[in-house]
């Protein structure tokens, strides 16, 4: 807060307790304060729900994890055109060797207008297509946000409904989520954390950009406590087969990342931790959850209004994204200790 963020909000959580705290203000126009129970775009932390509902397609046999998406897929037949046979399993852990739509020409653009422009999963998808698809890099981890747009595709083609809605059926709604979504921007609800970026010059509202609306690669709009919930019935079983969820928590190689979730070093069990990190315009997250469901933290930061696409910016959010990852581990240590 002393940088110039906006608000932070944290949950935590422990077997037999929780605690949460909101700092700053929802909204620089209004000052109303933070309060812990405010919304928020989620970014990536997305991609942990998509993971599970295309886990949940593997569980009921509707596709096998090690099965080649380019026969299912028509776009990577028309629009992607890959270098080889790409498995469910390469794309939920990024060693599909996609480019990312991140890299293109579009994401590059002015930061106001991208914000503003509506991306559907298709569209993406032909965005990462004038990006080289290296036969080199299949089955080396990059990250990638494409994949998860491949990802969303594969949902809505065999469930044969929005993955909006496929969300809402398999995670929200069964764990009571509430205050979660995927396609149901409400920019101008009061318990809203606005997000703020700096372009030509002049501050921009980026709450909800409407880039990611509806977008598997990191569209939700959650609180600290339903992403908590989400992490902590993960782990404890409640949304996938053992076999499935132990696929999930599986180390990629030498890279801390499973499939959807990202690994972090527990040092009081000795093994990992999981969940995941997010980035999106004017604002970053995390969610750090102990293997039994027991202890559990979520942070949000809506930051200064800054210069987007700048490099003194990139380098101060990934400074912040280092500290936030430290302040919540050594925070898991002292409550597991």
């Known amino acids: 807060m002393d940088g110039g963020a906006t608000s932070v909000v944290v949950q935590l959580r422990w077997p037999d307790g929780e605690s949460s705290k909101a700092y700053g203000v929802r909204n620089l126009d209004t000052k109303d304060p933070a309060k812990p129970q405010d919304r928020v775009s989620v970014a990536s932390i997305t991609k ?55 890299d293109s020409e579009f994401a590059a653009g002015p930061p106001k207008q991208v914000a503003n422009t509506p991306l559907n999963i298709q569209r993406g998808l032909e965005l990462t ?39 809402k059926e398999d995670i929200f709604g069964p764990l009571g989520l509430t205050h979660t979504s995927l396609s149901e921007p409400d920019r101008a609800a009061p318990n809203n954390i606005h997000a703020y970026i700096i372009d030509g010059g002049e501050r921009i509202d980026v ?67 999981y969940g995941h990190a997010g980035l999106t315009f004017g604002s970053i997250s995390i969610s750090i959850t102990s293997a039994d469901g027991g202890n559990q933290i979520t942070m949000t930061m809506a930051l200064p209004p800054l210069p987007w696409q700048d490099a003194a910016t990139a380098r101060r959010i990934d400074l912040l994204q280092t500290q936030m990852q430290s302040a919540a581990q050594e925070t898991l240590d002292r409550l597991c200790q």
């Not at 599970?52 to 629009?79: A, C, M």
């Not at 036969?135 to 998860?148: D, L």
């Not at 969820?245 to 990992?272: I, N, V």
């Open 48 to 102: 942990s729900m998509v993971a599970v509902s295309v886990l949940k397609l593997v569980d009921q046999g509707l596709v096998g994890i090690e099965d080649p998406v380019n026969n299912v897929l028509e776009s990577f037949r028309t629009t992607l055109r890959p270098p080889g046979p790409i498995t469910v399993r390469q794309l939920l852990n990024h060693t599909s060797g996609m480019p990312d739509v991140a």
């Open 129 to 167: 297509a004038t990006l080289p698809w290296e036969p080199k890099n299949v089955g080396r981890f990059a990250y990638s946000n494409s994949n998860y747009l491949a990802l969303g595709q594969l949902i809505e083609k065999l469930r044969e409904r929005p993955i909006a809605d496929v969300l």
């Open 207 to 273: 709450t909800q950009p409407e880039v990611f609306v509806g977008s598997p690669q990191g569209g939700v709009v959650s609180t600290a406590q339903d992403v908590n919930t989400f992490y902590r019935e993960l782990l404890r079983g409640h949304l996938l087969s053992p076999a499935s969820l132990e696929e999930m928590k599986k180390k990629t190689g030498s890279t801390d990342y499973g499939l959807g979730l990202a690994l972090f070093p527990d040092t009081c069990s000795g093994g990992f931790r």
